[in-house]
């Protein structure tokens, strides 16, 4: 954990391998799992949602599936998914539904009405938030539901035995119409006591939360979610976790009063780093920061893959590059596909990629060996805090996918479009630029201008119109009629022209030069 006033950054690294980056800053705080009183600004029957105005620059998306219908049921079913990753990833939000009948939004839900909200999705590009009435808040061990029954279990406790003794446990404590409760993966070693414990501050923290409803009017935030040191710490940090480094001293304090309370058994994993190299220097997290940024990404035995994010989805190429294997093809290519499932699945979850993404595996002839490549893809996407759905190879080799959503991924949130090409990451040919030009002195003299011109161009272009084209401006000049200057200009983007009026010194560049 390195953190300084205006950020906080987190590096989660397994088998010495980075794998997740968090970032918290001020002015992009995570808001996944705050509680909001919103006012219902629209209904839609159509898409069967509204939009609730919870003060954010765009109102928030409802769908009538997320709205509070009495007695929703947390299901006892063993096999039920608990969104732990949701409330890992985020810090609550997005609990669990029941299976029941979704009633139509008008009949739910009216234009002015007030409602309580919770984030379970970030704002992502032209979108805003996206928001549940079925609170849920998230301690170490249990996650409560006030508006749901019943006990559920997380699956990622195997043990069936262990899940029904916990579920039994839980149930007992728990008071009559107080809600419904979800056991945390954690919890397998926690006390009677300790349940007790986190249950009353869970419901006492719902209490307060319905009070201070009570004395705000709509829109505002009557709950904010824990920051991400001390979120991540409770919803991860447990005896599988070697270390926690951070290198500030408040952080530190921060945590470590905390696991006190929590888990005191757990303070001595917690270190205090001092030394004068900067901390993610050390264990070289900064170059790997770097390069997740990049389109490439190298393979260790010679391939690579080719990282290319769209506003629909995500694209992921995957070449052999150098590696050619010694005799068998098949089997250089199914080493080069396995490299790139372990690879794409880390990838994900360093980048923070989310929504729909198409991996293009280099084609495999036999179906065993396809089966494999898809096999080592959704072990190591086991690992993901975020839930992710790997579905099978296409029959052109492609395989689809879906990983959760909560915010913008690192690529949208820590960069932005380049000014000259407008995010296309390309620019024109000097060529092009010359023949723009070109086109633009003809519009010029077709309407029988005879003003002196002085044509200004990048230095790249005028070399190329001085070493590839040396008679172009007086094969212009003769077409024209008019005296015409060429000058570089250093200041301008690499593929941009200005046209200016040598007496006048007239920008005449928009009336002329359109395409």
């Not at 002015?112 to 984030?119: N, T």
């Not at 749901?148 to 035995?161: M, T």
């Not at 470590?256 to 001092?274: C, M, S």
């Not at 190429?317 to 199914?334: A, C, F, H, Q």
Request: net charge neutral.
């Amino acid at each position: 954990m390195n953190a300084t006033p205006r950020e906080t950054r987190v590096a989660i690294i397994e088998d010495g391998q980075l794998v997740e980056l968090l970032v918290d800053r001020p002015d992009a705080r995570r808001m996944v799992g705050d509680v909001y009183l919103g006012k219902v600004e629209a209904v839609l029957p159509g898409i069967q949602a509204a939009f609730v105005n919870i003060g954010t620059e765009k109102s928030a998306f409802l769908h009538a599936a997320d709205v509070v219908v009495e007695d929703a049921q947390v299901s006892d079913d063993d096999d039920e998914d608990d969104d732990e990753s949701s409330e890992e990833q985020g810090g609550g939000g997005g609990g669990r539904r029941g299976r029941r009948e979704v009633r139509p939004i008008q009949d739910l839900l009216k234009r002015g009405q007030e409602i309580l909200v919770q984030i379970t999705k970030e704002p992502i590009s032209t979108k805003g938030p996206r928001v549940t009435a079925q609170v849920s808040l998230a301690g170490r061990f249990l996650v409560y539901m006030p508006f749901a029954s019943k006990v559920g279990v997380s699956r990622k406790i195997d043990e069936r035995s262990e899940r029904q003794r916990l579920r039994a446990m839980v149930g007992e404590m728990l008071p009559d119409d107080a809600g419904g409760v979800i056991v945390r993966t954690v919890s397998e070693d926690a006390t009677k006591e300790t349940f007790e414990r986190e249950l009353q501050t869970l419901i006492n923290n719902w209490k307060r939360i319905k009070r201070k409803t009570q004395f705000t009017r709509a829109p505002s935030l009557v709950h904010r979610e824990t920051n991400v040191t001390r979120g991540l710490v409770r919803d991860l940090f447990s005896a599988k976790v070697e270390r926690v480094l951070v290198d500030s001293k408040q952080v530190y304090n921060e945590i470590t009063e905390y696991l006190q309370g929590i888990a005191p058994e757990l303070v001595e994993r917690v270190k205090l780093y001092e030394d004068s190299v900067p901390l993610f220097d050390r264990e070289g997290i900064e170059t790997e920061i770097r390069d997740l940024f990049k389109r490439r990404c190298d393979l260790p035995s010679g391939g690579y893959l080719i990282f290319e994010p769209t506003e629909a989805l995500v694209s992921i190429d995957v070449n052999s590059g150098r590696y050619t294997g010694k005799k068998d093809p098949e089997k250089t290519i199914l080493k080069t596909n396995t490299e790139a499932a372990r690879e794409i699945a880390r990838q994900l979850r360093l980048r923070d990629v989310g929504g729909i993404i198409v991996c293009d595996f280099i084609d495999m002839e036999t179906q065993s060996n396809r089966d494999k490549v898809l096999h080592e893809l959704r072990t190591h996407l086991g690992r993901d805090r975020a839930r992710t759905k790997a579905f099978a190879v296409s029959d052109l080799g492609l395989v689809e996918m879906t990983r959760q959503r909560v915010r913008q991924s690192h690529w949208h949130s820590m960069t932005q479009g380049c000014p000259t090409c407008s995010g296309t990451g390309r620019v024109f040919t000097p060529e092009t630029i010359v023949r723009r030009t070109e086109r633009a002195v003809r519009r010029m003299a077709a309407e029988g201008r005879k003003e002196p011109v002085v044509l200004r161009l990048h230095p790249e272009v005028a070399l190329h119109v001085l070493e590839q084209e040396h008679d172009f401006m007086k094969r212009l000049e003769k077409m024209a009629g008019f005296s015409l200057e060429l000058r570089d200009d250093p200041l301008l983007k690499p593929d941009e022209i200005k046209l200016v009026m040598r007496g006048a010194q007239r920008d005449v560049t928009q009336q002329y030069a359109l395409a």
